[in-house]
């Protein structure tokens, strides 16, 4: 008798959008009450890179078209495009369609999913369950290109200097291949849904009625765009990050002295820096671009993967611990085999 053994999900090639336009902590001095020693010891962040001159899908094209080079595939090789983004430019379609559509990926079907800054990880674990399941009468999926792209400066508040110090614009995209001995190892996923208002991104305010048969929706007391209790998010994210990061790893049978790298979201080095401490890893293990880059998003975590690709620092069989963790209040721990 004959075992089928399912491919693994393997992270094949990487690829990044960086925005030109540096918007720099002295500069945010002269916006809001802030200054650059209170942001740097708050939240590790030097600057941020704000987009001026694209929409979210063209950046996310740039990102997905640098990993598909990379990954020296054809356009047509790609069975799923699956983006993740808070900013989409429209509500409607999903930004995998037009990303589709833009790098010509016609045998592709193409979702979103909106997890917030845990957007990746999701990705790749969904990926990773298209690669590996047997669809009787379907064609097996070989090829999933994620790409996460994010305009924050789209929803940022820059009056507000708890949240306008933090966030960024960039992309970020990987092509995800069938394996059968490198790739995802494990993951631990959770969602507490219970701190959903802790982030939020806030589109339209309600509709009123106004008493005469008429409507309206300019409440001025509704405040749009994104709103952040940073506090929760601390203490949710100091706790959470070492739980998944453990139960992935005892998952893979695995201990942080395996780990390569512990690839995190880049939120606030504060965060990172507590995590590395409570499960005992070496601070050079647990790389950080968020002083250049400020928080992304969903885009943080493939753009950190990509300069580290591209840097010659993975080689093959190192092993990661992806870490994600945001609005939702969604969180989640990818172990990959490089």
Known sequence: MSTTISPRARIAATGSYIPDFRLTNDALSRMVETNDEWIRERTGIAERRINTTLSNREMAVIAAKRALDASGLDPLDIDIVIASTVTNDNYSPALACYVQADIGASNAFAFDVNAGCSGFVYALDTASAFISAARPGTKPVRHVLIVCSENLSRITDYTDRSSCILFGDGAGAAIVSADDSHGLLSTYIRTDGTGAD??????????????????????????????????????????????????????????????????????????????????????????????????????????????????GKLSRGDKLAIAGFGSGLTYGVAIIEW
């Open 198 to 311: 802790a982030i939020t991104a806030r589109a339209l305010a309600p509709v009123i009625d106004n008493g005469d048969g008429t409507v309206s929706n300019n409440d001025a007391s509704v405040k749009a765009g994104l709103v952040m209790n940073g506090r929760e998010v601390y203490r949710f994210a100091v706790k959470a990050v070492p739980e998944a990061v453990e139960g992935a790893l005892a998952a893979a049978d695995l201990t942080a002295a395996d780990l390569k790298y512990l690839v995190m979201h880049q939120a606030n080095a504060r965060i990172i820096a507590s995590a590395v401490e409570r499960l005992g890893i070496d601070p050079e293990k647990a790389p950080m671009n968020m002083e250049r880059y400020g928080n992304t998003s969903s885009a943080s975590v493939p753009i950190l993967l990509d300069e580290l690709n591209r840097a």
